[in-house]
């Protein structure tokens, strides 16, 4: 078995994932990644192994496979997720509960599976990858951002509860970043009419954020400095301005970010 540091990050065919590992087995650690499909994504330097977040079956297998082949794990990354963009009314309660069921309960049974090693162990970071959406609801992203809000609340209560094992907890909050991410989100089956002329502007608007975004390699270098982080703070922004963003909940009253958040948005009322 090899002395290095053990990571696991779910999600780590494309995108974030492939970011987070190309940097970490950089830096000398032991990296398995994990897709549904991990026969069809070529790596360098890390192993993948297949996973479904929402199959408890699939969640205790991958795990059993990297404790077989390193013996311990060091660190869990949960980066498993995608984005339902959608308004509040549209989709349906399966899709909301699929939504759920990959973003919220995926990493729930990723950390079950996790914490009994991690506690024999007597140490280990999760790192759960939030988005500023976990602090501001904003359109047309209600469900997604319930699911960042409802991860939020579970790191905060976890972090007190695992730390006398010697495990510590971390949220990463990207704001708006360069990456695939947007591609791969999934609309509502039945979308309504009366949000299409909103849904296009937001489109647009989103499209523009974009291009003047952060790369993804900036979120991957902040998930880099938290395990690197001997007893990290919970919360993590990727930028100067979406840390200002996050602090905008306690030093602004609620008009006044509703205001930003209609400019930066641009929605009439």
């Known amino acids: 078995m090899s002395d290095r540091r053990v990571v696991l990050i779910t999600g780590a065919s494309m995108g974030l994932g492939h970011a987070m590992a190309e940097l970490l087995v950089a830096d000398g650690w032991t990296v398995f990644g994990t897709s549904r499909e991990p026969e069809n994504y070529s790596t360098h330097g890390w192993e993948m192994i297949e996973l479904d977040v929402t199959d408890d079956g699939s969640v205790r297998a991958c795990v059993a496979q990297v404790m077989e082949r390193a013996g311990r794990i060091d660190a869990l990354v949960n980066n498993a997720g995608y984005g339902l963009s959608a308004f509040a009314e549209e989709p349906t309660v399966e899709e909301v509960r699929a939504q759920f069921d990959t973003n919220y309960l995926g990493v729930h049974r990723m950390c079950r599976a996790v914490l009994p090693i ?152």
């Open 118 to 269: 991690m506690r024999a162990q007597g140490h280990g970071h999760i790192v759960n990858i939030s988005s500023l959406s976990g602090l501001f609801g904003t359109p047309p992203s209600a469900h997604y951002a319930a699911t960042k809000h409802a991860l939020e609340g579970y790191s905060d209560a976890m972090k007190y509860e695992v730390a006398p094992f010697g495990v510590q907890v971390a949220v990463v909050e990207p704001g708006i970043t360069r990456s695939s991410f947007r591609g791969n989100a999934v609309g509502p089956a039945e979308p309504m009419a009366v949000y299409d002329d909103l849904r296009e502007h937001l489109g647009t608007m989103g499209r523009m954020a974009e291009e003047r975004a952060a790369s993804e390699d900036t979120v991957a270098r902040t998930v880099r400095r938290v395990l690197n982080t001997p007893r990290p703070r919970l919360r993590h922004t990727c930028t100067r301005l979406d840390w200002l963003a996050a602090h905008m909940r306690c030093w602004v009253p609620e008009w006044f970010t509703r205001w930003v958040v209609r400019r930066i948005f641009g929605l009439k009322t």
